[in-house]
Structure formats: C-alpha cells, structure tokens
C-alpha cells in the first residue's frame, strides 16, 4: 500500500554512520544454519525483530571492543535468500559479512560463489567470514578442503550452531572485523588470518597424519 510507506525507525540506515554502531549481514543458501547460529549466540537475552514486510530480522547486540561499547545489528535474511540473491538495502552501509554453507549438502557450499559475487557488487570491501556449520552432524567435515576461502583470501571457521563449537569466536572476530573495517583499518583482517595459519601450522605438527578428528583449520593442497 503506497499510502503506508512510512519508513520503521528500525530501517533507518544512517544510524550506521556513527561510530558506535555497526552492521553485520548474513548470507548463504536456506537451511544452512544462518539463524540458529545467531540464536546460539546471542542465546541468552536476544531480542529479534521480525520484520517481516522487509523479510528479514534483525537482532541486536551489545558489545565492547577495546573498552568501546558498540551497538551491534546483526542482519538475518527470512527467506528472501531462497532467491539466491537480496536486496540492495540489505547490503547498505554492511561493515562485516558472516557467509555461512552447510557442510553435509555441496551445493550450499557451491553456491557461495554467487552469494560471494552479489555481496562483492554491493559492498566490495567489507571484511567476509566463511562459515562452514553442522559439523557436528559430519565428523569428517574439518578435514576436507573447502578452497573456496582460501581461493578469495578470506577466514574460514568450521562451527556447530548446534553444539556451539566456534560460536563465540566467530560472532566476536566478526564484530571486531567490522569496527576495525570502519575505523578504516586492515589490521585485525590480517591479525585473524594469522591467526588462522598459525593454527593450521600447528596443528600439522602436532597431528597423527590420519585420525584427528578435532576442529581445525582446512588443509593445505598435499606438500
Ligand atoms: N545438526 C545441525 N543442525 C543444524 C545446525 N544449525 C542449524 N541446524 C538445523 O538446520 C535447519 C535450518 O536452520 P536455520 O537456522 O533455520 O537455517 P537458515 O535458513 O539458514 O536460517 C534447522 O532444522 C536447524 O535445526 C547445526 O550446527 N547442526
Ligand atoms: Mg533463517
């Protein structure tokens, strides 16, 4: 209806121009997991926002970086996605990209490609984390290799909405990725990546070659 057009308060996008506000979006195939990673989250005391006309929710976080408090928007898609494509104001004024596949269907993360190219047309800068969930579901998952990540140099984390496993890590990294892209900052980028290399570094040596079955860092191509 035309008349009703009037914008929610809670669309209002030029709130993430000040400092202390940040916008982080998720992306991925439908059923991957995106929301109930958020929920296992932001578990305790969540309050999502069903804006259903718009056909996303939104949940709010608070959270301190630095000593700084920030208010966080996460950005969850409510079924758009099955589209496979959003649209434009949901990528707006996006600080960080939380894109998540499902490790026990192929073509959620097959498709990652064209999620991955649709948020690059957007946003062509904003740091992207990729997520890959259910590995609680798929024991084996952490051993393959998903080149995907390393094909665009970005994070890869494995996680279990489920269970947790890799939760918190992610959730914060990715808001710390988002204040330091605002701050107009490489640096906690490049920190992370380290980060996840030295992790991978030792967890070659100090892994029986076969039978780890812990959360690790995708493999290198065989040296
Ligand atoms: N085994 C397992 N199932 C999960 C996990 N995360 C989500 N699911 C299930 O996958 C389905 C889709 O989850 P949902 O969060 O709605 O996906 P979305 O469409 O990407 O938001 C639900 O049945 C969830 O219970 C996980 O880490 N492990
Ligand atoms: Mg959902």
Redesign the pocket.
Known sequence: MAGDRAKPCELDQEKYDADDNVKIICL?D???????LMERFLMNGFQPQQLSTYALTLYKHTATVDGKTILVDFWDTAGQERFQSMHASYYHKAHACIM?FDVQRKVTYKNLSTWYAELREFRPEIPCIVVA??I??DINATQKSFSFARKFSLPLYFV???DGTNVVKLFNDAIRLAVSYKQNSQDFMDEVLRELENFKLEQKEEDAPDQDQSSRIESPSPS
Not at 30 to 36: E, F, H, I, L, T
Request: aromatic share 0%; net charge positive; hydrophobic share 40%.
């Open positions: 991925g439908s059923a991957v997991g995106k929301s109930k998540v969930n259910k609680d579901a279990s909405a489920a």
